[in-house]
Nanobody
């Protein structure tokens, strides 16, 4: 089992920044992929960004340049730096851990961007 705890969400004005954190604990293996997804009300959960333990990253095309994912493997933590936030970035942001066929989700953290 892997437990994921997200933090850092909140209310921010358009144009502002937030940094999300997700700490993993439990049965962690070094070779894994951690990432962020988001779900707005009434919409499906979409990819934001992922990062492998080796440092490779992948982003949703629409978010490149504004969002940056990073990891601290020693802390089993993944971060999401979000800049130039827009009201359409409002969503619940979920952390995900994947290793082979196994994946785990965090409970999510709310990000609200006011106009």
């Amino acid at each position: 089992q892997v437990q994921l705890v997200e933090s850092g969400g909140g209310l921010v004005q358009a144009g502002g920044s937030l940094r999300l954190s997700c700490a993993a604990s439990g049965n962690i293996f070094t070779d894994n992929v951690m990432g962020w997804y988001r779900q707005a009300p009434g919409k499906q959960r979409d990819l934001v960004a992922t990062a492998t333990s080796g440092g490779r990253t992948n982003y949703a095309d629409s978010l490149k340049g504004r969002f940056t994912i990073s990891r601290d493997n020693a802390k089993n933590t993944v971060y999401l730096q979000m800049n130039s936030l827009k009201p359409e970035d409002t969503a619940v942001y979920y952390c995900r851990y994947v290793r082979g066929p196994y994946y785990y989700w965090g409970r999510g953290t709310q990000v609200t961007v006011s106009s």
